[in-house]
């Protein structure tokens, strides 16, 4: 949370990237992991929230274009 606020303060572009996702299986886990991001981080509402995984390659093209 604290680099969040320094990225706030200084008004710099942010992405919020949740990696090992390959260990959250169900789509119910996935939804209540994003939900509990963005409650704790609920001053960075407008960053967008980027899950990866190495170990399956998830996500990780569409991170980068």
Avoid: C, H
Wanted: hydrophobic content about 55%.
């Amino acid at each position: 949370m604290r680099i969040a606020g320094y990225v706030m303060d200084r008004a710099r572009a942010l992405v919020v990237v949740l990696s090992k996702w390959d260990l959250v299986a169900l789509p119910t886990q996935q939804k209540k992991a994003e939900r509990l991001v963005f409650e704790k981080l609920n001053f960075i509402d407008f960053a967008p929230l980027v899950t990866v995984s190495a170990l399956k390659g998830a996500e990780w093209m569409g991170f980068f274009v």
